[in-house]
């Protein structure tokens, strides 16, 4: 849990770190003074929780995005990330913890940005690959810096080698490079094209 700063208008003053440890997150909670406004008076502390999933006002999807993440990390990742979950129609983003949207800003990018769902299915980012704590993840290969295959991944070719279907992160010396998509013996490559070595 952590605390979310409440605006402070209407008479409503900040908290009173003096009054307690001196922490200045208290700053972020609300006195309501009974000579200020109608009422009798009350202190309030608003709080979110780390890892909650939050919906855009003005998204039109269902709440499958979500579910398909969840089982990508279950089968991929020994811990989900953590932080606060947005979804706006099928992509997915951690956002900052004192973000806040509004109607009138259009927003294109925000946070780390995770994925997006395709027909059911969630499909992870390049961002959110190279995020990833390598000792974090229960698929993956790593490659040697001089490792010939290494060369290939990065010209976005396709590599063979055994493996179980589905996604794999793909790393150099234990840290990540990139997605692949394992089918059978062959790993279709998902390297950002536009990072692809041209030599």
């Known amino acids: 849990m ?32 009974p000579h200020r406004i109608k009422g009798e008076g009350h202190f309030v502390a608003l709080f979110a929780r780390q890892g909650e ?26 811990n989900p990330p953590q932080g606060i979950y947005r979804v706006d129609r099928f992509h997915i983003n951690i956002i900052p913890p004192e973000f806040e949207y509004t109607e009138k800003l259009r927003i294109i990018k925000t ?19 190279m995020a990833l704590d390598w000792s974090n993840v229960r698929t993956k290969k ?22 179980e279907k589905g996604y794999i992160l793909i790393g150099v010396e234990r840290y990540p490079l990139g997605w692949g998509k394992m089918d059978g013996s062959r790993l279709k490559n998902m390297y950002a094209k536009g990072w692809r070595k041209t030599r």
């Open 53 to 78: 999933f939050k919906r855009d006002k003005t998204g039109t999807g269902t709440d499958e995005p979500l579910k398909s993440f969840v089982e990508f990390c279950e089968r991929i990742l020994l």
């Open 2 to 33: 952590y605390l979310v700063d409440i605006p402070k208008k209407f008479g409503i003053e900040p908290g009173r770190p003096d009054w307690a440890d001196g922490n200045p997150e208290l700053l972020k909670t609300a006195r309501l003074w």
């Open 142 to 163: 790593g490659f040697s810096a001089d490792d010939p295959e290494l060369i290939r991944y990065l010209k976005g070719e396709t590599l063979f080698f055994e493996g």
């Open 111 to 129: 946070g780390l940005y995770l994925g997006e769902e395709i027909h059911g299915k969630f499909e992870p980012s390049q961002a959110f690959a």
